[in-house]
């Protein structure tokens, strides 16, 4: 088995091992390139979760007695006294539900 080593300059990039070329590995091109690909990765990751926008309402769940619950809104501005009153409010006879303080 004969074997030559081949060099560029101080480095040593590979060898002839009985006609066939194998070529040397550089562990630090490796680590360096490994170290890279992860902060890619990493700073993916972050920028996705900062620009995910957050969902209009949270989570609705139904009570039981058939009232539904809403997490996470704001309260929705009340009509005037004097705002036209929907159809199916005169055909149900409702009433607007006046906030009690």
């Known amino acids: 088995m004969t ?3 081949v060099r560029r300059g101080d480095r040593e990039i590979g060898a002839y091992i009985d006609g066939r070329f194998v070529p040397a590995v550089d562990a630090t091109t490796v680590a360096v390139a490994a170290l890279a690909a992860a902060a890619v990765a990493t700073a ?3 920028v996705g979760l900062a620009l995910r926008r957050r ?3 949270g989570t609705v769940t139904m009570g039981p007695g058939g009232w539904i619950s809403l997490r996470r809104t704001g309260r929705l501005p ?3 006294a004097s705002a036209k009153r929907p159809w199916w409010a005169h055909l149900l006879r409702a009433h607007r539900l006046v906030e009690q303080r």
Request: proline content about 8%; overall charge positive.
């Open 55 to 57: 969902p209009a309402i």
């Open 3 to 5: 074997t030559t080593s």
């Open 78 to 80: 009340l009509r005037a």
């Open 44 to 46: 993916g990751i972050s």
